[in-house]
């Protein structure tokens, strides 16, 4: 069964260094989603792709997070420097392009903790 | 901006009982989607909604959509200790060149023996 790839699953980091996130999305999915999903509360989206593309960047911390997509397949997500208040899991997601709409399809999440 | 609110935010409930998660949004849209997530997992998908009406069963689990009210519900029957978990509604406010998600706070559901 095709699945949406992350890694890692666990990633703990300094705060001030850079950390970075590889998504492989499910084949044939032009978009690919990141979402943060801080312990407790619901996912929110950072960034979403339709293929190389960005769609939706506006809640993306910019002055240190940075997403991309070059081929239009996989993607990373970058953040430098981290944070202590980074800490979260990173789920990616795709989904494909339908006029019948269809949901998003997650990963296993890469969980960062910031020390 | 859009608000996605679900209630209760917690629920504990005995094995056996009924109860009614519900899920309000603030804009307008007639797509919404239900996730299950175990802890330290990944979200899994339950039902998809696509229009005003829309009914979806699976097991002891219901998904309704009233678009109207923006509102919709997932039901539980005869709740049995598997069913423990967080769900989350998510409505989508794309169009046709994609999905836009946006989820909602989650519930919180401790199913006891």
């Known amino acids: 069964e095709a699945e949406v790839a992350q890694s890692p699953r666990y990633k703990i980091t300094e705060k001030s260094q850079a950390v970075a996130f590889w998504c492989d999305p499910i084949?044939?999915?032009?978009?690919l989603y990141w979402y943060r999903q801080i312990l407790g509360q619901g996912p929110e989206l950072l960034v979403q792709?339709?293929?190389?593309?960005?769609?939706?960047d506006s809640q993306l911390p910019k002055d240190r997070f940075s997403a991309e997509r070059l081929k239009g397949v996989d993607s990373t997500l970058k953040i430098q420097p981290a944070e202590l208040g980074d800490s979260a899991m990173y789920l990616c997601?795709?989904?494909?392009?339908?006029?019948?709409?269809?949901?998003?399809?997650f990963g296993q999440g890469t969980r960062l903790t910031v020390v | 901006e859009l608000k996605v609110e679900q209630n209760p935010l917690f629920l504990s409930m005995q094995e056996g009982k009924n109860y009614t998660i519900y899920c309000n949004y603030s804009?307008?849209?007639?797509?919404l989607y239900w996730y299950r997530q175990d802890p330290g997992k990944s979200l899994e998908s339950l039902f998809v909604?696509?229009?005003?009406?829309a009914v979806k069963q699976e097991g002891r689990l219901m998904a309704s959509l009233d678009t109207k009210a923006r509102l919709s519900t997932l039901h539980i029957t005869a709740a049995v200790h598997d069913l423990s978990a967080t769900y989350f509604c998510?409505?989508?406010?794309?169009?046709?060149?994609?999905?836009?998600?946006?989820f909602g706070t989650g519930t919180s559901l401790t199913v006891i023996p």
């Open positions: 997601a795709s989904s494909p392009i339908s006029w019948w709409n269809t949901e998003a399809f």
């Open positions: 084949s044939g999915h032009a978009t």
């Open positions: 792709f339709q293929d190389e593309s960005v769609v939706d």
């Open positions: 804009t307008t849209s007639d797509r």
């Open positions: 909604l696509l229009s005003n009406g």
């Open positions: 998510a409505v989508d406010i794309g169009g046709h060149t994609g999905n836009q998600f946006y």
